[in-house]
């Protein structure tokens, strides 16, 4: 059984950073495509971050480019998703997925585990 467990999220100003992290359990984390994604009340869940299980490729939502970094510890089983410059339009629940898909992914659909969440809250 694989778990994904999140942890790092909180209340924020506008401008500030808060870095997540998302600890997988079992022995394939190094085989995994990793992503983040985020789920604004009312709204759907959008891809955020994914990065290639060797961390050697990376992939950016628009929204986040040039202010979210995401990276990994294939030795500690855990996958970070580094954010400045925060806006109250980044306030969601972030969550992070595992995909065994091969290749760098936007879609939610191809990530077979998740995990529960974390609250971001960006005041203005």
């Known amino acids: 059984q694989v778990q994904l467990v999140e942890s790092g999220g909180g209340l924020v100003q506008a401008g500030g950073s808060l870095t997540l992290s998302c600890t997988v359990s079992?022995?394939?984390?190094?085989?995994?495509?990793m992503g983040w994604f985020r789920q604004a009340p009312g709204k759907e869940r959008v891809f955020v971050a994914t990065i290639a299980s060797s961390g050697t490729e990376r992939y950016y939502a628009d929204s986040v480019k040039g202010r979210f970094t995401i990276s990994r510890d294939n030795a500690k089983n855990t996958v970070y998703l580094q954010m400045n410059s925060l806006r109250p339009e980044d306030t969601a629940v972030y969550s992070c997925a595992a995909s065994s898909w091969g290749l760098l992914t936007t879609h939610s659909g191809n990530y077979a585990h998740w995990g529960q969440g974390t609250q971001v809250t960006v005041s203005s």
């Open positions: 079992g022995r394939t984390f190094n085989s995994y495509v």
